[in-house]
């Protein structure tokens, strides 16, 4: 969890369309403190009826949609605020350390950003994703030229935000600033957009196991859980995984033992977290089920996974 001597939130997102909240998915799920701005005017509220999102086969309205993506984001632990965000720049601080799952140690937390709503609220992250589609104007304090490109229009010179600002991860030139979306030839589809907001959360949780002092092969996080009957012997499964890392370490690594033992058990530790019961997924698919009755207002039959039909007791 974030240190609040540092910063309010690990990441900031703005935006809370399937691109925003793909990515808070991600970065809540890993532990990171985050925070989704929602403005509430999404390009996806344009369209009339989504039918081309995988698992969806009559297709879905879009209040019941955003409803859902809503509900995710907030289940996988981060804050959702329905304010516009006016304003993202540089905090300042460089000092400061950040407190997370991987150990209670403090690492370096970096420049960090301050960032201002519409209502006047000020929060602080030490990353930003951008995830809103139409313009970066908020971006413009941060004072990277390279951001914003010039076109003509009725023969009057405009600017407007850069799509190819960002690399395919969503990086830029500064440091902790993301772009998931205005970007080019991606965020034209809604399953696309989701998509690489799942990329950038990715980045982000690289980036910040790197920062921790992960070495670069050990520092990419997959997030995805396995039955636990796959564990035949956890203490020899635990012995393999510390085998693996220790055979990704670089030669040339200066980390201490005493550091690398500690990212070592919690890799360990974070892979064992992968594995579940089968009671743990039959729980887990019957809360699952009544989430989704709830917002779609039935009953939800945690046996079948059907619905009844009747509306919620």
Not at 237 to 260: I, K, Q
């Amino acid at each position: 969890m974030a240190d609040a001597a540092a910063f309010d939130y690990d990441v900031a997102i703005v935006g809370g369309g399937p691109t925003g909240c793909s990515a808070g998915v991600f970065t809540g799920r890993y532990g990171l403190d985050t925070v989704v701005f929602d403005r509430g005017r999404s390009s996806l509220q344009r369209c009339a009826y989504l039918e081309n999102y995988l698992g969806f086969p009559g297709g879905v309205d879009i209040e019941t949609f955003y409803g859902l993506i809503h509900d995710h984001v907030e289940a996988a632990g981060c804050d959702l605020v329905p304010d516009l965000v006016e304003a993202v720049e540089l905090a300042g601080g460089d000092a400061a350390g950040t407190e997370t799952a991987d150990t209670d140690d403090a690492a370096p937390a970096g420049p960090g950003f301050a960032v201002t709503t519409q209502s006047g609220e000020t929060v602080t992250a030490r990353r930003v994703v951008s995830a809103a589609r139409y313009g970066g104007d908020f971006l413009e304090p941060l004072g990277d030229d390279e951001m914003f490109v010039t076109y003509e229009h009725d023969g009057e010179t405009r600017t407007k935000f850069d799509r190819d600002y960002a690399d395919i991860e969503g990086r830029t030139s500064i440091d902790g600033l993301y772009v998931a979306a205005p970007v080019s030839e991606v965020n034209v589809q809604a399953i696309m957009s989701a998509g690489q907001g799942a990329r950038v959360g990715r980045s982000v949780i690289t980036d910040h196991r790197l920062e921790r002092g992960y070495p670069e092969d050990l520092a990419r996080h997959w997030d995805w859980l396995r039955p636990e009957a796959e564990l035949a012997d956890e203490a020899a499964a635990r012995d393999d995984w510390r085998e693996r890392f220790d055979s990704r370490v670089p030669d040339d690594c200066d980390l201490s033992e005493e550091r690398l033992s500690e990212l070592r058990e919690a890799d360990v530790e974070r892979q064992r977290e992968m594995y579940v019961s089968d009671e743990t997924v039959e729980t887990r698919a019957e809360k699952g089920r009544e989430r989704l009755a709830a917002r779609l207002g039935v009953a939800a039959d945690s046996e079948s996974g059907s619905d009844s039909g009747a509306g919620p007791e």
